[in-house]
């Protein structure tokens, strides 16, 4: 997450795997299989005989001090305060309704939050400490901090079924997430500072660490940003001094996040179970002229670009006027065919969208704070593994003024 006021580079960092099977590190969202075809979505394979396992060092930075809390600095009480923050973004995605890892439903799917003392207990710019371990860090510092940059996750997926890292156990699919580790900045350039110092006078400075942890745990389960203004995943943070959303409750451990994040994270951990969230909506973007599409260069052979990339493709209730959940439109793939390749098709798939609402569907091109760059996770590179000659995506399509079709009878 950075902050709004600074361009800032974009702390994404890829990494070549250790282990015997290859596995590859994204920032979010998707992984292409090694064996080619449909680019695979990034997620755990989590359950209550396989939970997640979470843990936060407690070695926090104190010349400059960094986070800010209640109680005093080097106190058992401030780690209190810093766990019960950890808790609570934790808690605002179990909470989500309708997810495989729901905290009512589905009780230790999430394991129990555990710490170390080392400073360095994530995974570091040199690919070492992959350890299958997934921690939070105050006190690691890392080239990945540069300008305006105040928390990163790197994410470690598979790109093949029995990609191991650490001790962990052999991935299942490709796409599965090994590791993710979340890192704050130590240097003195940001502080953070809890829920309770945050409204204190020594807060008005700081981020808000509870949004910037819930923000960092979203990638954590696969979530790529999101152009949606006021999401907990937009990838800049709210202003010193202010936080996102509202502060969670025992009756709202989500209120945190939008209905933005929410449909985000049911996508990608459905349960099965759930008959509310079940609705979808699907399309295509396509210019009025489909000729300004034939100067853009076929990507790889087997694939053709026949609809705008990379449009912000938005739902919105249409008796409340509030947003439910947005994407990219650009592309679709046959996952059922093991051979198949993107096409770049302006499809678009908002899934998991409350039934019994109407819904205005509409698109825009990706400009303004949010640039195509914050979403390379999503829209960055698509081009198969195993793909016959070279590849070369289709630029984000900016360049366009929405208009709506009439609608049939
Ligand atoms: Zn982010």
Redesign the pocket.
Known sequence: ?KRATQLATVAVIAFAMLAAQPASGY?ADLTLPAAGGCPALDRWNISASQPLNRRWSTSLPLAPVTILTVAAQNSAAQLTEIENTITAAFGAWSGVSGTTFNATNYPGVIGPLTNVSAADACSNDSESNIDGLNTICFNQPSMGFTTGVLA??RVITANAPGATVGSGPPAAFAGQILDSDTLFRNDGEATFATPGALSSTQGQGAYDLESLLT??L??WFGLD?SAVWRAM?F?YAPPPGQFLGSRPTTNLPDAQLSDDDRTGIRMLYPDPNDAVNVGAIRGQVQPANPFVLATIPQPYPGASVTGIFGAHVVAVNAATGSVIAGTFGGWSCNSSNPDAVPQFDGSFDIERLPVGNSYWIYAEPLVGLAQPGDFSGALGDLCPSNSAGPCTMPPVDTNFNPRALPSGP
């Open positions: 997450m920032l990163f996750t923000h960092e979203g990638h940003h995943m990838p």
